[in-house]
């Protein structure tokens, strides 16, 4: 098909060329830059569901036939034939690194492995129910004010990047251990990214963890699974953060902050939450798929449906053959995935979901398997936040790099109060009828 090269937009009397870009997997972009300038217009688009905010070379998602690609490698070749830390280099820097560059990354992450003794006193300032996702976006931006951000050039940002993947994985590994009120365990040197993480997670010093091979080859195909996925949520917020030329710290805090949310990478942990809802409730899966369709957003099939996959989410299909495959081997019985798995057979028959092309995400299974892990349903958005960090590194580095991104700054359309003439305090009346104030009462 010819390349399409431009646009026309029909204003009212007026019609307006614009310029039509095309990415290289045939994506086509209306380009609206001069939109505003040249007809006084803006677009409106709820949730960017239908706008580019970047040109990226890091990850293509085509949603429709369910590929997902992380600087051109199909998301399955990854997860079959590397290690996650392979993975991170690939994203971070383009290419998949030889075995010297990798044995060179991997020494970097230990190196970088350990974080300030001073910042041991933070955690003894959170409250011991705190949840581990605040602690992590507290501590990633205090990092700022002990390492100081290298360059976002190469060669230190080896550095950079290795320090912020070694050290956010022993601050998740550490934040557990506080709310266990259990001894630190230290990174060791060797050991793997993720043998290292398991074995601060639940060696002790009375009781040493033995590594589980089978459990350090899953964890490192899920925080594959996790690495990058194009524009989402957290990545725009880590991309807006960099637009303002903020340090790489605050970006990543902010991109953890809006993983948090129950819609984005906070549905792993509200999966397992509605799967005990249901098994306690008589393990009543109907009920649950009738309360969904009522449309309700707390009723929402967690773990379901996708602002871009309208087909099964290539990631959730790998997750669940390695629920599938552990489970069997190990024998495992979770009502937990037996309900999942019913939830999936009734909802991919049911035409409510099947006309909203509504079929399991990244979620679904993916805080089973950790729970069979061992890993506790507070920490499953944590660990969400662990496999995507090397994605957010790439992609503010993308944005720091590319000398014509601008801050973002969207526009809006105003629909508040038009002029108003300003009244003195004492000619004022309550101004929102009914509203009731909260008492004033004394704050601890
Ligand atoms: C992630 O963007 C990414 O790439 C994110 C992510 C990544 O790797 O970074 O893939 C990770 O965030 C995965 C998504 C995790 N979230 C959930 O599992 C929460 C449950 N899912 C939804 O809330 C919802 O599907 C979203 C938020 C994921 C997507 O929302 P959309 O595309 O904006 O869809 P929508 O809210 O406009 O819903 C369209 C329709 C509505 O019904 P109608 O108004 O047409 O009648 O589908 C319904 C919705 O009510 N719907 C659901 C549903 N999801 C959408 N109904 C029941 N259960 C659901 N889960």
Redesign the pocket.
């Known amino acids: 098909m010819a390349r399409i090269k431009k646009a026309n937009l029909k204003l009212g009397n007026k019609s307006f060329d614009l310029p039509v870009i095309t990415g290289s997997e045939g994506e086509v972009g209306v380009d609206i830059t001069s939109l505003r300038k040249t007809s006084g217009a803006v677009t409106f688009d709820n949730?960017f569901?239908n706008t580019a905010s970047c040109k990226s070379a890091i990850t293509f998602?085509d949603g429709e036939n369910g590929i997902l690609r992380h600087r051109g490698y199909d998301i399955v070749d990854l997860v079959e034939n590397c290690s996650f830390v392979e993975v991170a280099y690939l994203l971070v820097h383009g290419a998949l690194p030889t075995a010297a560059e990798l044995k060179r990354f991997s020494r970097y992450l230990n190196q970088h492995s350990m974080i300030h003794e001073n910042m041991h006193h933070f955690f003894s300032g959170f409250p011991a129910d705190s949840h581990p996702m605040a602690i992590l976006a507290s501590m990633v931006t205090s990092l700022s004010s002990f390492y100081p951000l290298l360059s976002h050039r190469d060669p230190t940002f080896d550095i950079t990047s290795a320090r912020l993947i070694s050290k956010v994985r022993t601050i998740a590994a550490f934040s557990y251990k506080k709310s266990q009120g259990a001894p630190l365990v230290y990174p060791r040197y060797d050991l793997s990214y993720c043998a290292n993480f398991l074995n601060m997670m639940f060696s002790s010093p009375v009781d040493p963890y033995e590594i589980d091979v089978e459990l350090v080859r899953i964890l490192n195909k899920l925080l594959i699974l996790?690495v990058?996925?194009?524009q989402?949520?957290?990545?725009t917020a880590v991309r807006l953060i960099a637009s303002a030329r903020a340090n790489l710290y605050a970006a990543i805090s902010a991109g953890i902050c809006a993983?948090w949310g129950?819609?984005?990478?906070g549905?792993?942990q509200?999966?397992i939450d509605m799967l005990n809802r249901i098994k306690n409730d008589n393990r009543n899966v109907k009920k649950a798929i009738e309360r969904?369709?009522a449309?309700k957003?707390e009723?929402?099939?967690?773990?379901?449906?996708?602002?871009?996959?309208k087909n099964y989410?290539p990631?959730a299909r790998l997750c669940k053959k390695m629920c599938d495959d552990l489970f069997s081997k190990r024998d495992i019985n979770d009502p937990l995935l037996d309900i999942a798995r019913e939830l999936e057979e009734i909802a991919l028959k049911d035409d409510?979901?099947v006309s909203?092309r509504?079929y399991p995400?990244?979620?679904?299974y993916t805080g089973i398997l950790y729970r069979a892990m061992g890993i506790p349903t507070n920490m499953l958005t944590v660990m969400?936040a662990l496999g995507?960090l090397p994605g957010w590194i790439a992609q503010w580095k993308e944005t720091v790099e590319n000398r014509k991104a601008r801050i973002y700054r969207p526009r809006q359309i105003y629909t508040g109060p038009e002029k108003r003439r300003f009244v003195p305090i004492d000619q004022r009346k309550p101004g929102i009828k009914g509203r009731v104030l909260p008492p004033v009462v004394k704050n601890l």
């Open positions: 949730g569901a998602v996790h990058d996925h194009e989402n949520c957290s990545t993983l129950p819609l984005h990478g549905a792993n509200a999966v969904a369709k449309g957003h009723d929402r099939l967690m773990g379901f449906g996708h602002a871009v996959y989410d990631r409510y979901f909203r509504l995400n990244v979620d679904f969400f995507r």
